[in-house]
């Protein structure tokens, strides 16, 4: 079942991100802001000591982190990460994150574009 984003497309909206950020105890809460054919935007919060697992994307990902700490491991390499950071995942990267504290990250997917031929 596919969760209802918060923001529809057809109407400017303005999310207050601490306000829309949710923990649970011993869990991972992830909330879709916004989903169009391209785009998908995904509010998490991690209570600390949670993680996912090393996993790929087929898509480009942009992750902010908005508050505590958490160690992404990109391509196999650990990389501390802390409220205010940016990180960027060109598709296929294998990556996990591990929340060192508690936090809270937004991820923006994009599907690439397909490289049209040239003349």
Do not use: W
């Amino acid at each position: 079942m596919s969760e209802k984003p918060l923001i529809d497309v057809a109407q400017e909206k303005i999310l207050s991100l601490s306000d829309e950020t949710k923990f649970a105890a011993n869990g991972i809460v992830s909330r879709t802001l916004l989903r169009t054919a391209t785009t998908r935007v995904v509010l998490f919060g991690f209570t600390e000591g949670q993680e996912l697992t090393e996993h790929t994307s087929t898509q480009s990902a942009v992750v902010q982190i908005l508050s505590g700490e958490c160690e992404f491991s990109l391509g196999g390499k650990p990389h501390p990460a802390k409220a205010g950071d940016l990180i960027y995942m060109p598709p296929n990267l294998r990556h996990a994150v591990s929340a060192t504290k508690q936090f809270s990250m937004l991820l923006t997917l994009s599907k690439t574009e397909t490289a049209s031929a040239t003349p």
